[in-house]
């Protein structure tokens, strides 16, 4: 059961927080979501790609990890996530960003899940200096938090911009693996290159007023890293 509480050096001066990635910690999935202004850095790492939510038609985007719902190929159980980049989401470990009220106001707080492992008393770093201050490991979570939270904000203009010119198209791979596998996969929707080249100019010029455009093409490029991710998984079934 989850703990979460909000952090305060009154209450939590002698926590400190160890990164770690593994399958314990629920890193092992197919698919982590990600926001637009992490596109540039992780197109060249991952598939981008979106997903549909069944129940409310919404689309994600995610970073394609694996061609199964519990594999993902960066992970290197006991030694880490082999990428140049790990997404904000895996990033941001057991800590969340939220309200908290202050005598007449609410302020932004960094909350923590308290019964994670990677969480403990006596640990370096600390998550507090010991002035009280938050500590450079606390600030460095409280941005990947921040950025998080900014780039959640263009998530739905860019998806209702990217609907809006029919830019994004079903993906269904066939994979055929060293070992003689086919591998049938639904990886969800691309935006569509053809259709994006293909835009009139005023869509083009309102596109790359909103900062969507590049964005676009972030995704639409991404697919080439498909490749890779079939080298990774048939380099570990050797």
């Not at 409310?56 to 394609?64: D, M």
């Not at 990428?83 to 904000?88: E, F, H, N, S, V």
């Not at 006596?122 to 507090?128: D, E, I, M």
Request: aromatic residues 10%; glycine residues 8%; negative net charge.
């Amino acid at each position: 059961m989850k703990d979460i509480q909000a952090l305060s050096y009154e209450q939590h001066e002698t926590l400190g927080y160890t990164e770690k990635y593994g399958s314990e910690f629920g890193h092992q999935v197919g698919a982590v979501v990600i926001m637009p202004n992490e596109f540039s850095k992780a197109q060249r790492e991952y598939p981008i790609l979106f997903r549909k939510e069944a129940e409310t038609g919404r689309f994600l985007p995610v970073a394609l990890l694996g061609f199964e719902e519990h594999e993902n190929l960066f992970l290197l159980e006991g030694e880490g996530w082999n990428a140049r980049y790990i997404p904000l989401s895996v990033r941001q470990g057991p800590f969340l960003i939220g309200l908290q009220q202050h005598e007449t106001e609410q302020r932004l707080a960094i909350y923590a899940d308290l019964n994670d492992a990677r969480i403990q008393k006596g640990v370096t770093p600390a998550l507090f200096d010991a002035d009280g201050k938050a500590s450079k490991a606390l600030e460095k979570i409280r941005g990947v938090l921040s950025e998080r939270h900014k780039g959640s904000e263009f998530l739905e203009p860019m998806v209702e911009a990217f609907l809006k010119y029919d830019l994004l198209e079903r993906v269904a791979l066939e994979i055929d693996l060293a070992s003689g596998t086919t591998v049938k996969f639904d990886a969800g929707y691309t935006v569509h290159i053809e259709k994006l080249v293909s835009l009139e100019s005023t869509a083009v010029a309102e596109l790359h007023k909103s900062g969507f455009l590049s964005l676009a093409y972030n995704v639409a490029d991404s697919v080439n890293n498909i490749q890779g991710l079939i080298d990774i998984k048939n380099a570990k079934m050797k």
